[in-house]
């Protein structure tokens, strides 16, 4: 039942940070400034970018790292990647009701690829580094 627990609670911080303090408006309130000191010269257009870019990596990321404990906990891939994607599914939904957001299909897909690959990655190396490296 333990085994729950860590994927459960980066589902929680996935919820969290798909509400309205999140949105792009809220996050290029303090990163575009930031970028504009790190990226001095560059046009807006290119700083924008940039911006987008870091929120989409972030969703590659999240679904990513939430695949391999739900891979833990269920023992399947299929399922943990199943469970990733309803994951991102329900929180795109809720995202439509959210002021400030808006939920994209694009956005779904973009983290199962993101939990997809996080799980061939963890398969490939399990079966390089042998069955024991990793528990599951």
């Not at 911080?13 to 309205?20: H, K």
């Not at 949105?23 to 807006?44: M, Q």
């Not at 924008?48 to 972030?58: E, F, G, N, P, Q």
């Not at 929180?91 to 439509?96: A, G, H, K, Y």
């Amino acid at each position: 039942m333990l085994w729950l627990l860590p994927p459960l609670c980066w589902t929680g911080l996935i919820m969290y940070l798909g509400g309205g303090q999140w949105s792009s408006d809220e996050t290029s309130s303090f990163l575009v400034p930031l970028l504009r000191t790190l990226l001095p010269g560059f046009s807006p257009g290119f700083v924008s970018a940039v911006h987008y870019l870091i929120r989409k990596t972030a969703h590659v990321s999240e679904y990513g790292v939430l695949a391999v404990p739900w891979r833990r906990a269920t023992g399947g891939t299929w399922i943990a990647l199943a469970l990733a994607v309803l994951t991102a599914s329900i929180d795109e939904c809720r995202q439509v009701f959210t002021p400030g957001r808006e939920g994209c299909v694009s956005d779904v897909l973009l983290d199962g690829a993101g939990a997809g690959a996080a799980l061939a990655l963890m398969s490939a190396l399990r079966s390089r580094l042998g069955k024991g490296a990793w528990a599951w």
